[in-house]
C-alpha cells in the first residue's frame, strides 16, 4: 500500500490540539512536510519541534484566526505564492453546545464564517497548486451529527452539514484533476471538545463527570472514547496516494456509536 507523503506538502488547521495535532504528526510520520495552522503560535511553536522528520523535512507554522476571513486569505496569499499544498486538512473547534431553537443568529453566523467560509478561503487558496502539481487531498475534520444530529449541539449540528453538502460537490467538480475531498467524522474523542460537552451536561443534568461519561460511553459499543490518533490516521490514510479513489466520502470513526448504516 502506497502510503509515502515524501515531497508532499501538507497544511494542518487546528494543529495546536487535539485531532488537528495528531493528523499533524501521522502527516509528517509518513513523510510530509507540515505547516501548521491556529491562532496559538506558542502552542504550534511546541509542537514543530516535536513533528517526526524521517526525511530531513522541515515544517512551519501560521498563526491565524480562521473566523478572521480578511486576515486568512492574506496569509494565505503570501505562503501559496512560494508553496504548493497538496494536501490541505480543514479543521476548527466546534461551536458552542445549546440548542438550535435558542441559538442567537449570529451564532450561526460566527459558526459558518469559522467553519463553512473558512473552509472556502483554504481551498481556493491551494487548489491552484494542487491542478498543477495533478495531486490534491482535501480533508475536512466534521462530526458524525452530519449523519445523525446531536442532541444539544444545534449551531454545530446545522454548521457541520453545511460543510458535509459543501463537500460533496467540491467532490465532484475536482475530481477529475486528481484532487480528492473527503469528511472524516470523529465519534467521541478525547480532545478539549469533548471536555467541552462533557461540562455542559454536567451543569444541565447535575451529574458527575463520571456519571455523565458513563452515559455517553453506553452508546458506544467499542466501550471506550478514542485517541485522537485514531481519527487522525484515517485523515493520514486519505491523504495518501493509496486513497486517490476514495472521493466524497464522509467517513465516521465512532466506535461503531451511529445507528445508520
Known sequence: MQLDLSGKNALVCGASEGIGRASAIELAGLG?????????????????????????????????????????????????????????VNNSGGPPAGRAIDADTAAFLHA???????????????????????????????????????????????????????????????????????????GFTETARIAQIVKTQMEKTGKSEAEVRRDMLSHVPAGRFADPSEPAAMIAFLASPAAAYVNGQSIAVDGGRMHSI
Request: aromatic share 4%; charged share 15%.
Open 112 to 186: 459558518y464564517q469559522q467553519h463553512l467560509l473558512a473552509n472556502q478561503i483554504l481551498v481556493q487558496a491551494v487548489v491552484p497548486g494542487m491542478r498543477k502539481a495533478g495531486f490534491g487531498r482535501i480533508i475536512n475534520i466534521v462530526s458524525t451529527s452530519v449523519y445523525e444530529p446531536i442532541a444539544g449541539l444545534g449551531v454545530s449540528n446545522t454548521t457541520r452539514a453545511a460543510v458535509a453538502g459543501w463537500a460533496k460537490t467540491l467532490s465532484r467538480e475536482l475530481a477529475a484533476e486528481g484532487i480528492t475531498v473527503n469528511n472524516v467524522l470523529p
Open 32 to 88: 510530509a512536510r507540515v505547516t501548521l495552522l491556529s491562532r496559538r503560535a506558542e502552542a504550534l511553536q511546541a509542537l514543530l519541534a516535536d513533528l517526526p522528520r524521517p526525511g530531513g523535512q522541515k515544517h512551519d507554522f501560521i498563526a491565524v484566526d480562521v473566523a478572521d476571513g480578511k486576515a486568512l486569505q492574506q496569509v494565505l496569499a503570501e505562503k501559496t505564492a512560494g508553496d504548493t499544498f497538496h494536501i490541505l
